[in-house]
């Protein structure tokens, strides 16, 4: 039997600096760390850590954060040479504060961001021929970007690419939750892997229960359903089995990039297998037993890319 080649993992989405609460001193000041971000990205860099290969497509403005930005994805080995820049808006900012038992609140600094300026044709020409495409919902809030990446989902869907999709809920970002559930829901056909997690269940499928969710989606035509539990770890859904796999226990201080990094390193693994073909259950369990792992060591960190694990960490 001829193992397949492992797959290259294209993301495509945001990229943003994460301004990222740390401490508040003793004159009551927040600090601040400014660290790179966004959840396709996040997802690159996580898979790229952990053994394959990868690239990303997004836009950046063309200032000190955009440099940022770029000389990560370098230094951990993301391709970027569908990586756009504009002069036309600066590279989009998160402000990320963290309670203190390590849970996270966002807002946005994007009226517009330069990761809404995404160029379409540059764009499927860059995802042309990859084996995997990963998107997220941040890019689907508004209508112009939403057009360009939905576009070329569907064109990177024909041309035989998995599409994966995390639809991470980002609520000062939407209209309203009913525009957020129709749009975030809309795109479900185009996808082949989905991970959600338990606060999102009933946001994007209308049942409470990670199992009934999972069953929702599958009913829709997705192949395979991933649910994070948080400390509890994650549940994953096929047509043919189902299961919970148990988290590990560690110290938190910052979730931040936790579900990219659980992704990340379940699409790494699934990279490497080189098809979603008669996955099995011990398959699907030593595999999400990989990435609660991962995802573990980075809620243990600060900040989201910079504590995300490399291979030597979980072997």
């Given at each position: 039997m001829i193992r397949p080649m492992t797959l290259k993992i294209t993301t495509i989405g945001e990229v943003l600096i994460d301004l990222t609460q740390t401490v508040v001193d003793s004159n009551s000041i927040v600090n601040f760390a400014a660290n790179p971000g966004g959840a396709p990205a996040n997802v690159a860099v996580?898979?790229?850590?952990?053994?394959?290969?990868?690239?990303?497509?997004?836009?950046?403005?063309?200032?000190?954060?955009?440099?940022?930005?770029?000389?990560?994805?370098?230094?951990?080995?993301?391709?970027?040479?569908?990586?756009?820049?504009?002069?036309?808006?600066?590279?989009?900012?998160a402000v990320v504060t963290v309670s203190p038992d390590g849970e996270r609140s966002f807002s946005f600094l994007r009226k517009p961001g330069a990761d809404l300026l995404l160029d379409e044709n540059r764009a499927y020409e860059s995802v042309r021929g990859t084996g995997m495409l990963h998107f997220g919902s941040v890019s689907l809030t508004e209508p112009s970007s939403?057009?360009?990446i939905i576009n070329v989902v569907k064109k990177a869907r024909g041309d035989g690419s998995i599409i994966t999709y995390d639809p991470n809920y980002r609520a000062t970002l939407w209209k309203g939750e009913e525009e957020a559930k129709k749009q975030m829901r809309k795109v479900l056909p185009l996808c082949d892997v989905v991970k959600i997690s338990?606060?999102?269940?009933?946001?994007?499928?209308?049942?409470?229960?990670?199992?009934?969710?999972?069953?929702?989606?599958?009913?829709?035509?997705?192949?395979?359903?991933?649910?994070?539990?948080?400390?509890?770890?994650?549940?994953?859904?096929?047509?043919?089995?189902?299961?919970?796999?148990?988290?590990?226990?560690?110290?938190?201080?910052?979730?931040?990039?936790?579900?990219?990094?659980?992704?990340?390193?379940?699409?790494s693994r699934l990279a490497i297998r080189g098809n979603l073909e008669n996955l099995t259950e011990e398959e699907l369990r030593n595999y999400v037993d990989f990435a609660n792992k991962a995802a573990s060591i980075t809620t243990s960190r600060r900040g989201a890319i910079p504590a995300m694990p490399y291979l030597k960490e979980l072997i």
């Open positions: 996580a898979a790229s850590r952990l053994g394959v290969p990868t690239a990303f497509i997004g836009c950046i403005g063309k200032d000190s954060f955009g440099e940022i930005l770029k000389k990560t994805f370098l230094e951990n080995n993301v391709d970027i040479s569908g990586l756009q820049e504009t002069d036309k808006a600066s590279t989009t900012i939403r057009k360009t338990d606060e999102e269940t009933e946001l994007l499928t209308g049942k409470k229960t990670p199992q009934a969710a999972a069953s929702a989606l599958i009913k829709k035509g997705v192949s395979l359903v991933l649910v994070t539990l948080g400390k509890n770890g994650a549940y994953f859904k096929t047509k043919d089995c189902c299961g919970t796999v148990s988290g590990y226990s560690v110290k938190v201080a910052d979730t931040n990039g936790a579900g990219d990094t659980f992704f990340g390193a379940f699409l």
